[in-house]
């Protein structure tokens, strides 16, 4: 993904009449959204603290909103006496039984949501986590199939209960994108195409996100020669103009969500909005990834959230102006994540609750 000069082609009129067609429609919806900042409570750790003293540290950290990987009733119930706007997750585990049994849906959501709610201020049903990115197994390709539909069966017991407020979505990662640069090329990939669009239609359909996992850090880490740290970390002056919008940008984060926006459209589906369900940079790693440090880590995520709590929203290039609901990865450092060792080191805290940095979700220490 290097920084280089593509020459414009037929299509560029085209790209950027569907992207402008849907702003207005874009923007009073965007007014409407709560540019909270929030964090993923990830508990894959055995040293973590109790749940009373996790929510406690989330208040402390002036965070808007969480996001759970489950739905857990302890921590739902604890959050009940706060004032933070809760995401909860479907595993995708249970995806095929609630796709294929109406009862089984309306089971999930009684337990998992009326017995919190209104109480507790749940906002958004993740139905499974990166669904599309798992393919290797029959089960893996059956629950792909299922995520939708049981999508739809959770949004259709919500709408049976009269609940309108809590809209359902699912989290996908970037590697759904066969090309994201420049990104006007964005596009996904073929092969999943067929699973994409039906999602894109429900998520119209609802007035729902398009829920984005988007790590700057690993596309740098990729191509720590092509990509500037600085651009990735929204520091220095380096822009990039995509030729074939004519989109100037100022830094990797917005290059990758506008991809997204562009792939999209292709598709016809310009007026789906965009949340970032994950972001974030690791604070520590091997000695082969030199970007993973704590200077770093505060860097990227204090500009995150300086730009996704700007008033007045800033946006992106593509569609500026609008509000990105965002949630920062991730709370705590989790000492049995797999993978490599930058992969127990995205904490905001260390496991005894002291932070890594500072950082005020609230975003005002950053207001410029």
Request: glycine share 8%.
């Amino acid at each position: 993904m290097r920084l280089t000069v593509y020459e414009m082609d037929k299509h560029t009129v085209t790209k950027m009449t569907i992207i402008s067609l849907s702003f207005l429609y874009l923007l009073a919806c965007s007014r409407a959204i709560s540019n909270r900042i929030g964090v993923n409570f990830g508990r894959v750790g055995n040293n973590l603290p109790p749940p009373s003293r996790s929510i406690e540290l989330l208040q402390i950290m002036k965070a808007g909103r969480v996001k759970l990987y489950d739905a857990d009733h302890e921590i739902l119930q604890l959050l009940s006496t706060t004032n933070i706007e809760v995401t909860v997750m479907v595993t995708n585990e249970e995806i095929s039984g609630i796709a294929n049994n109406q009862q089984v849906a309306d089971q999930w959501v009684h337990e998992h949501i009326i017995n919190h709610y209104p109480a507790t201020m749940i906002r958004y049903v993740l139905v499974g986590n990166e669904v599309l990115s798992y393919t290797s197994t029959d089960q893996d390709m059956r629950i792909m199939r299922d995520l939708v539909p049981a999508m739809g069966r959770i949004r259709t017991t919500l709408k049976t209960l009269g609940i309108n407020n809590i809209k359902v979505g699912t989290p996908l990662a970037m590697d759904i994108m066969e090309s994201t640069f420049p990104p006007s090329s964005g596009v996904f990939k073929p092969e999943i195409v067929n699973h994409i669009v039906p999602l894109l239609n429900f998520l119209r359909g609802t007035n729902s996100f398009f829920f984005l996992d988007v790590y700057p850090f690993l596309s740098w880490a990729d191509n720590p020669t092509g990509i500037n740290l600085d651009y990735a970390l929204f520091e220095g002056n380096q822009t990039f103009t995509d030729m074939g919008s004519g989109l100037t940008y100022t830094n990797l984060l917005d290059q990758m969500i506008d991809s997204v926006y562009f792939a999209m459209a292709k598709l016809g589906y310009n007026n789906v909005k965009i949340a970032i369900a994950e972001t974030g940079w690791p604070h520590g790693g091997g000695s082969n990834q030199q970007g993973a440090s704590k200077e770093n880590a505060a860097k990227y995520n204090r500009n995150v959230i300086k730009k996704m709590a700007a008033v007045p929203p800033k946006g992106t290039p593509a569609q500026p102006g609008f509000i990105i609901p965002t949630f920062i990865f991730s709370m705590y450092d989790e000492n049995e994540k797999t993978g490599p060792e930058s992969e127990r080191h995205w904490g905001l805290l260390y496991p005894d609750g002291t932070p890594v940095y500072e950082v005020d979700l609230s975003g005002k220490a950053y207001k410029s």
